[in-house]
């Protein structure tokens, strides 16, 4: 069983920084895809960045510039470090990897900006 644990959710002020990480009990050189999504009030949850296992990323357009996603294989770690936050960033952030025959989720950290 693959487990997926965030970490590094908080409450930040607009304009504001945080790092998420997401630690992973299997290798995660062997993941196709590991990103990140969120899902905020009322929202669908919805892509924010990923990186593939040839260490290719791509961002939502929302995000882009703004957040940047990447990843330690040697610690079985991905990370997230989230920049100029907006109060619409406000959500709860899941861990993603795609493990080709099945895909796996975080229980997801709550990340709140507001003044």
């Known amino acids: 069983q693959v487990q997926l644990v965030e970490s590094g959710g908080g409450s930040v002020q607009p304009g504001g920084s945080l790092r998420l990480s997401c630690a992973s009990s299997?290798?995660?050189?062997?993941?196709?895809?590991m990103g990140w999504y969120r899902q905020g009030p009322g929202k669908e949850r919805e892509l924010v960045a990923f990186?593939?296992?040839?260490?290719?990323?791509n961002y939502s357009d929302s995000v882009k510039g703004r957040f940047t996603v990447s990843r330690d294989n040697a610690k079985n770690m991905l990370y997230l470090q989230m920049n100029s936050l907006k109060p619409e960033d406000t959500a709860v952030y899941y861990c993603?990897?795609?493990?080709?025959?099945?895909?796996?989720w975080g229980q997801g950290t709550q990340v709140t900006v507001s003044l």
């Open positions: 993603y990897a795609d493990g080709g025959a099945f895909n796996y």
């Open positions: 990186t593939s296992s040839g260490d290719s990323t």
């Open positions: 299997r290798r995660i050189d062997t993941f196709n895809y």
